[in-house]
């Protein structure tokens, strides 16, 4: 199976704050703010709030609209860098020999985000957090879609944060915080399809802008191509063939 | 409420993100741990850090000693003066 249906999906950066304002947005863009204003998460009890640093609020900012009337759900957490700013601050205390913050360190693995949710939500199905060097996007799909497979439907929730200025010479990445939530399911929702493709297609945008106007209704199909490894290309499909 | 008292409080808020409280409205008797305060055991790990830093006070992680200490403010006061008589 390599088709299936997003039953809803939510996404979030600075100044964009539902579908309307990315369809909005991509028709006429605007530089955005490289740090996201204060999501408020009301839904978290102000003792875990604390917790979520900018990619945590990021992501639960994008992920818990979508989840209000769903007590349970598997999901899928991908994420190309993770938390670099809170890392990158534990390793500056180390070389200054100062003792450690347990709550950083406990915060700064790559599956703290999903963690912190799985708590405030009381939500105990499986979650698999995820990292890829390239298409990030196509493998958290992927990843999501085998989950289809054993449950009717799956969280993928996609979000990084801009790397801090000492990394950011190594490697390109959007310039703001953004997370991306869709919810996979085998019977709801319009139709995709994922696609190995033989050669790397040359892409004029991002990743993450080409999947936003895909899911905008923008455009009817994203690639995803690597200079290493697999290519691949979603697109909207026929119910009948899903 | 003593200078110590309002010292450790503003350590605790200090230490762990508390942005909405204020030492006044942590109470020197209540429980710091699941009631009360409601903190968790991140939270006592960051606080014995904070200790560490603040006031040089090493403790062990996971004695019934430390598990007293940790009681409430009154306590950690209690411990504070304790260690700096010797």
Redesign the interface.
């Known amino acids: 199976m390599s088709g299936f249906r997003i039953q809803s999906w939510n996404a979030v950066a600075p100044g964009l704050n539902c579908p309307e304002d990315w369809r909005n947005w991509l028709q006429a863009p605007y530089l955005l703010d490289t740090q996201l204003a204060k999501i408020p998460l009301k839904q978290i009890p102000?003792?875990l709030r604390?917790r979520f640093t900018e990619l945590g609020r990021c992501a639960a900012g994008a992920a818990l609209p979508l989840l209000e009337d769903i007590d349970s759900i598997p999901s899928v957490f991908a994420s190309r860098h993770g938390d670099t700013p809170l890392t990158l601050s534990l390793l500056e205390g180390i070389a200054a020999q100062q003792?450690m913050?347990?709550?950083g360190f406990?915060l700064a693995v790559h599956n703290a985000v999903s963690g912190l949710l799985s708590i405030a939500r009381k939500d105990v199905s499986e979650v698999t957090a995820i990292a890829a060097s390239e298409q990030l996007i196509a493998h958290a799909l992927m990843e999501a879609m085998t989950q289809l497979q054993e449950h009717e439907r799956v969280l993928c929730l996609i979000y990084d944060v801009p790397l801090p200025e000492l990394y950011q010479p190594y490697v390109t990445t959007e310039p703001f915080p953004f997370a991306l939530a869709m919810i996979l399911s085998r019977g709801t929702g319009e139709c995709f399809q994922l696609a190995q493709q033989q050669s790397a297609v040359h892409a004029e945008v991002s990743e993450l802008m080409a999947m936003m106007k895909c899911l905008c209704g923008l455009e009817e199909q994203v690639c995803f191509s690597g200079t290493r490894g697999s290519h691949w290309q979603l697109c909207k499909a026929d119910p009948e063939q899903v | 409420m003593s200078n110590l008292h309002l010292d450790v409080k503003q350590m605790i808020i200090e230490a762990?993100?508390?942005?909405?409280i204020e030492a006044d409205d942590i109470s020197d008797s209540d429980p710091l741990f699941v009631d009360g305060l409601?903190?968790?055991s991140?939270?006592a790990?960051?606080i014995g850090?904070a200790l560490?830093?603040r006031y040089g006070i090493k403790l062990k992680a996971d004695s019934d000693e430390t598990r007293q200490h940790f009681a409430s403010v009154n306590a950690l006061v209690a411990l504070i003066q304790s260690q700096a008589e010797k």
């Open positions: 102000p003792l604390r003792p913050s347990p709550t406990s | 762990l993100d508390l942005e909405d409601g903190l968790d991140i939270d790990l960051e850090l560490q830093k």
